[in-house]
């Protein structure tokens, strides 16, 4: 039988999955989080380095970005907050 202390618990689960909603999809930075008109989102310096490549376009979905600069998209502001409440109920689940 497997032991169970190695297997991730569902609250677990569901923290990991709430922190991938609130972090850059490429680098995992969860502050700087930009929105992409098709509602992706990514930090600015990893839209900074996709907006100066040839190939501007969101690497999700591949949704052509149109706006040259990292600046020129809104700031996700929701991410922040929620980032802070997702660690606030991680360290309340802590055993
Ligand atoms: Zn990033
Ligand atoms: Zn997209």
Redesign the pocket.
Known sequence: MASNSRAKSARTRAIDAFQLTVE??????VSQLRLLPCQHM??????GTILKSSNKCCPFCKERLTEYSAQSYPVCRITSDLQRDIQQLADALKD
Request: charge should be neutral; aromatic fraction near 0%.
């Open positions: 850059c999809g490429i680098c995992t930075n990514m930090c600015a310096p990893c839209l």
